[in-house]
């Protein structure tokens, strides 16, 4: 089998041992005469790979015993509801900080929330500029609100490959409330001090797992003070109670969870996975900037995502057409998002160095026989 | 391999094809060098994937050109809060007939989502007796509400046993409002005339697929009378105007739904499967009711379900040998639900004539030992 060189935003690229553990033992779970899949979800055989993988998230995120690590379903899109459901009062006001697409969103449906009974939504900061995003706030551009619910960011925007905290140049903003961070396409990726955030979430589709997981990571004590009226299924009290399994979980994709996340052990964990990860950055980020102007990042350089690396050709022909010859060489994945437009490669924790190297060789040809 | 007797009530058995066919190209879908789950949800493999499984549900429940077919997250679980959230506006009224736990559940979510701007709710029939269920509803039974929003029933309710619509003795409610039929656990097991109901919705991990896939048919018509002003995630209009495509759809769990489905249009359809399934059936009533009093089945025999057979022996310590014995012949999740007790042995669509033999034998020996 050849392996294609996957560089999607997710849905993205498993580790290679991952899925063939997952294949090795598909039809047989540890002797078991069934797949994991057709395992009781309150049975023992599943139960012990269930807590593996809460275990496996709180000690690479570096969460102490004061955490409840939840496995859910809808990925980032229902949190962005659920959350305001949870932690936003009537009467209480939840700040925002719009670095990108995803900040957009999560505006939008908290506010949607209004008609759930949820408070107010105020956009702190916004980094918008001519309908794109290319940097995130510095801590004196916020407007906090004073007793403010809590403070949302995201810590990676997938489109527009802006990342928040990636030197002491771009921390996390800081707030006297809890600060919920979306970290649905950097999870993992690098060291990051959990102690700083009340909540951390993410769709388990790029960097831990398959989509239709969402793993929300939560201070005990927000969730303890979380809203009570509504239905059981959306309080995450309902969940952390019940240690995920309230209700029949994705039980498969939370197996695989555990493949990547042991995988990822295996690897070094997540101080190794940096490493790995800030290099193959560098490889496209120095053919971009040594281009002498033919590829262009439009992010601020202390703010360029070590996740999605996004940039420009001269024109949209030539961004076609550098889509369709790396095709060719089974590079996948590249063209930037519909809404944007431009090139965007992602390189989340299970894309090879060896292929960020031919992509960015790639690169370097594809110029000099253009440019 | 030797193959386990699955017995599980869910997640359960699948098809052994189904699983043969994931396991073989888990690594590389289709000669792209990448795993389906892999894939960008928004590329053209795993759309036709996508579409596919669409397709099939809409086949095989014979359901017509004005019906949306979702695939969602949750469960039912979410969809007891989301479906009230949906179509029971405030000031309206929805029916909810009670024949089982699940029923109840249905109902109790309904009732907090009054928090979220949800109607009222008010129990139409319940047939709880002694804290159990033995039957469904006659119709002139039901207490309709005059102008309800809906008219909630569960077709089969998985831990009490006790099933609609088998016969002409015990059909579904039918009402002025729409009906809407939680189908979770015997979805596709039957055949069953789809143009009486306006919603049929499902958990996967039964007799489909999964867990973590939810099945929401509707009846476009009422799919655009839903609420606008909530959370666009949460509105089942978003997920047909997206062919539930919006957000992330949990990629894997539906390519495993496709696979199911294509397991059982090669069986020859629900027509079959459903011969197969009251075969099985008549295997466990059987040894029940010629078991001369050992075996007890509490479920009045028009309403006794063909997927999940709940029984009791004498005993509680004999049903702790009986469900210790079977599992040392293979036999797995025979024990009853913990809230009920006894015996229940879910056979659902892919469990294998062969086993259930294999159970009646043991049911009739067992009896002979030890009644």
Redesign the interface.
């Known amino acids: ?4 060189l ?1 560089f ?7 580790p ?1 041992a991952a ?2 553990r ?2 090795d033992e ?3 779970f540890e002797g ?4 994991v ?5 309150r ?1 023992k055989v ?1 139960e012990k790979v269930h807590h593996e993988a809460v275990a496996l998230v709180a000690k690479h995120l570096g969460l102490t015993k004061d955490w409840d690590v939840l496995f859910v ?6 949190a ?2 659920q959350l305001p459901m949870n932690f936003l009062p009537q009467g209480k006001t939840a700040d925002y900080v719009v670095t990108g697409a995803w900040g957009e969103k999560a505006v ?2 908290a506010r ?2 209004k ?3 949820v408070g107010e939504v105020h956009v702190a900061a916004s980094t918008e500029k001519e309908k794109s995003y290319v940097r995130v706030p510095r801590q004196d551009e916020l407007a906090i609100t004073s007793g403010a619910a809590y403070l949302h960011v995201t810590s990676n925007e997938t489109i527009h490959g802006v990342e928040y905290g990636l030197d002491a140049s771009t921390p996390f903003p800081t707030a006297a409330a809890p600060v919920i961070v979306d970290m649905s396409s950097d999870i993992l990726a690098r060291r990051v001090d959990a102690s700083q955030f009340g909540v951390i979430y993410a ?1 388990a ?1 790029k960097n831990i797992g ?4 969402t793993i929300v990571c939560a201070k005990k004590e927000l969730v303890a003070q979380g809203r009570k ?6 309080q995450y009290r309902t969940h952390a109670d019940n240690q995920s399994l ?8 939370i197996y ?1 969870v555990r493949n990547v996340l042991a995988w990822l052990e295996g690897e070094g964990g997540v101080p190794a996975i940096e490493e790995r990860n800030k290099k193959k950055a560098r490889l496209l980020y120095d053919a971009i900037d040594g281009s002498g102007g033919f590829y262009r990042s439009p992010v601020d350089p202390a703010c360029r995502s070590i996740m999605n690396v996004v940039w420009r050709l001269p024109t949209a022909e030539l961004e076609e057409a550098f889509v369709k010859e790396a095709e060719g060489q ?1 590079m ?2 590249l063209k930037g998002h519909r809404s944007v437009g431009g090139i965007r490669a992602s390189i989340y924790n299970a894309v090879e160095v060896a292929w960020v190297e031919a992509l960015a060789s790639f690169m370097k040809d594809f110029a000099k026989r253009k440019g």
Chains 1, 2 share one sequence.
């Open positions: 089998m050849s392996r294609a996957n999607n935003a997710g849905p993205a690229s498993l290679l899925l063939e997952a294949r598909l039809l047989d078991s005469g069934m797949s899949m057709e395992h009781s979800h049975g599943y379903q809808g990925g980032a899109s229902q962005f509801a939008s449906e949607a929330a008609s759930l009974g769709g589709q398959p989509s239709g997981v009226d509504i239905p059981a299924i959306f309230y209700n029949t979980p994705p039980t498969f994709g695989l089974k996948i994945g």
